[in-house]
Every structure is written in C-alpha cells, then in structure tokens.
C-alpha cells in the first residue's frame, strides 16, 4: 500500500479518512454553519481554493500525491462516496437548517444525516471532489488538442467539467447569502418590512402594497353528515355531490338532491321560525344552495318517505354554517369551499424608482431588482374576503452563476451526443 503508482486502494483510503475526520468535527463542533459564509467571506473563501487548486496542480512535479490528483484512480472512489453520500441524502428525511429542537431525536438526527447538507463528511468529500475536478480541468487547458481535436475533444469535456465545478462552487457558497423571507401586505400602506424564518425583521429595497385580494373557488360540495357523530357519514371514504353550473339534480347517499336556487354571495335573512337567503355582494357573504331532498326511488325501502328542503351554507368568518337535517340519522351540510387559486393585485416600488402594478399567483412569481415575489399565503380565517395577502421575497445573487454551470454540463452533454453519432457516420 502506498506503492507507486498509487491505485484504486488508496482512493478509497482518503475518502474514508474524510469521512472518519467529518465524523469526528460534526461531533466536537457540531454541523457546518454556512451563515458564516455571507458575503465577503464567501468570495474569499473561493478566491482562497481557487489559489489552492493553483498552487497544487504548480507543486505537481515536486508532490506525487498532487500529480496522483489527475488520474482517474483517484476520481472513481471520490465519485463513489459522493454518490452514496447523495443516495443517502435522498433515502433520508431532511430537516432545515438552522438551530432546532427534536422531542426525541433519533440516532440520525443526532449523528447529522438528517442535515446532509451541513454534515462534515458530505462537505469534505464533496471539497475533496472539486478539488480533483479543478486539477483535472486546469491540466486539460493546458494540454489541449490539436485544432480539430481540441473541438471534438476538449470542449464538450471542459463544458462537462467546467460547468459541474461552477455548479457545485457556486451552488455552495452562495447559500449563505440566499434571502427566504416572509411578507404581510395589506390595503392600508406599502410594506417594506419582511421577517426570516427565525423571525427576524429585515429592511428590504421594495415596498408593496396590496390593491386586491380575490380567490377563485371550486363550486360547492355536499355531504352528508351523522346526526349522533357530527361525523361524515363512511367518515373519509364518505360520498359527495358536486354543486357545479350544471348541476340540477343528483343522488346522494340514499336521498335525491335536487337544486333549488343557488347563491355564490349570500346574507342570512331571519323569519320567525326559518332562515332564508339572499344575494348580497359585500365582505363576508357566504355560498348557499337550496335544495329539496327526498327518498331515492330506486334506494331500498328502509323507511317511509320522506321530503325535504331547506338552505344549505358553509359560513363565512361573518356568518354560521347552515345544515339541512334530512331526518333523525342525517343532516345535509356543504363542505368548506377549495380554493382554485388566489391572486394579489399589488403596487411595487423599488429604491431604483420602478412602480409597476402586477398580479402574483401561485406558481407564477414576479421578478424585479433581483427579488422572487411568490404567493404564499393569506387569512384563512376569512377567506375569500381576506384583508391581508402573505407573500415570500426570495434573493439568491448566485443563482445566474449556478444556472450557468448547469447550462455548461448540457451543453457538453449535446455536444458529446453528437460528435459520438458523427463519428459512428464515419466509421467504414
């Protein structure tokens, strides 16, 4: 062991002393905090590795364990550890990062496997694995290929390289410098403050302002419900009954439900022994159908027939459900509404002096000034009349650099591709 030339043995050799060494620092020291990392001390710490991966691959003819760096006996047990190391981070539930506390932490937990990502093993090999793929790259600049093979040779392998070692880089250490936060906006005024997720208050360069709120919803649902229990009726296999545009009679259960009059913005009117509705188009206005139900004609004659009607609601923060109890075993109800999507109309103003006014939805975020503006949330208490919207602010300056690489490995990877079927043409 420890013959030159070095082989596969000794490979595998160092990546097990990383881990025992990663190991040995995530119990003594605890995991890696990368929010010492922000910026400046992450563009210093890579100009530092990038000056390290120079001075070793300069002391190569001196060192033989930096020339061992560029064969592929040392690569092969780097990527091996790495991919069970990533295997092992996608097999295992992660937590996020950051000071917690577990009720009863397991044996990973408490080892750090749970936190891949700011587990010492996982981060030494993986600086052990760009530091072989910056020797590789920099050796292969400077022995490239004639003309023709540097374009068939050099350039898809620099794109693959290249672009994985900027990806991970830059993906690393631009971590700590990536902004998560959350902000409540109203009518009243322009909101510039946002909170992180340890609750801390944070000055941002863009203000907002909600202009409107409004939420598309699925049509209504009913259920029946167990009188005794106040439980759906089959409890979560239990059936219901869509109340669509369409909708004029259906079955449910044993009962014939037919449709009344329908209201998607309705107030409670109170008679002397009955509550009706009526359309009523103002903050708390709830949904109501009105229905007559009776014994399904082809429904076994278990009881004898009976017929009902009555208003149906789910309520609103402003006004009560309503139930129609169809008899002694079963009332009648309507499930809270499902939003289909909510929407924010909002005012943007930036330090830059842009005003613009935009929706943000769900899944389509607004972009400016190097923000992410997404939809998250709203007052779910009041719903559809919600006064307030709940957005979450994201900033990664580094995110173009780790796009960048990814681009670079794709591009490699076509070009690979293609000059493989090229040359397969012309083979005799």
């Known amino acids: 062991m420890w013959n030159k030339p070095w082989s596969l043995k000794e490979g595998f050799i160092i990546g097990a002393g990383l881990l025992v060494t990663g190991l040995m620092l995530q119990l003594s020291v605890g995991p890696v905090d990368w929010q010492a ?41 780097a990527l091996i ?53 910056g020797q590789v790259i920099i050796h292969r600049l400077l022995h490239l290929h004639p003309k023709r093979a540097f374009w068939t040779r050099d350039i898809p392998f620099l794109m693959n390289h290249l672009g994985l070692f900027i990806t991970i880089v830059t993906a690393t250490l631009g971590n700590a410098d990536m902004q998560r936060l959350k ?44 009188n005794n229990t106040g439980n759906a009726v089959d409890g979560q296999q239990a059936e219901t009954l869509l109340i669509d545009s ?35 188009m103002q903050t ?28 149906i609601t789910s309520g609103s923060y402003m006004f009560p459900y309503q139930m129609l109890k169809i008899d002694q075993q079963v009332s009648l109800a309507m499930m809270p509404r499902e939003p289909q999507r909510y929407i924010s109309r909002v005012e943007i103003l930036t330090e830059s002096g842009k005003d613009i006014e935009t929706n943000i939805l769900v899944n389509k975020p607004f972009s400016i000034d190097g923000w992410k503006i997404y939809q998250l949330n709203y007052d779910t208490q009041k719903g559809r009349w919600s006064e307030i919207s709940i957005l979450e602010l994201v900033s990664d300056p580094w995110l173009p650099f780790v796009y960048t690489g990814i681009y670079m490995m794709l591009l490699g990877a076509v070009l690979m591709f293609i000059l493989a079927q090229r040359r397969k043409e012309e083979q005799p």
């Open 37 to 77: 990392f922000a910026f400046p001390v992450n563009v210093i710490t890579l100009a530092v590795f990038l000056a390290l991966i120079a001075v070793v691959y300069a002391l190569r003819p001196r060192v033989y364990g930096f020339r061992y760096l560029t064969t592929f006996t040392a690569a092969v047990p």
């Open 246 to 280: 369409t909708f004029t009679e259906g079955q449910l259960g044993d009962w014939r439900i037919r449709l009344v009059k329908k209201l998607d913005y309705a107030v409670p009117v109170l008679q002397e022994d009955s509550t009706y509705f009526e359309e009523w």
């Open 284 to 311: 708390g206005a709830v949904s109501a159908v009105c229905v007559e139900a009776d014994w399904h004609p082809l429904a076994p004659a278990k009881r004898p027939y009976l017929k009902k009607s009555g208003w």
């Open 183 to 226: 902000m409540t906006i109203s009518q009243e005024a322009p909101e510039w403050r946002a909170v992180d997720d340890r609750g801390e208050m944070h000055e941002l360069p863009i203000a907002i302002q909600l202009k409107q709120f409004t939420i598309d919803e699925y049509p209504p649902k009913l259920i029946l419900i167990d």
């Open 81 to 133: 550890y790495a991919v069970i190391l990533t295997a092992t981070m996608g097999l295992t539930k992660q937590l996020p990062s950051g000071p917690f506390m577990l009720a009863e932490p397991s044996l990973a937990d408490t080892v750090g496997i749970t936190r891949m990502l700011s587990f010492w093993p996982f981060i030494l090999i993986y600086v052990w694995m760009t530091l072989l793929l």
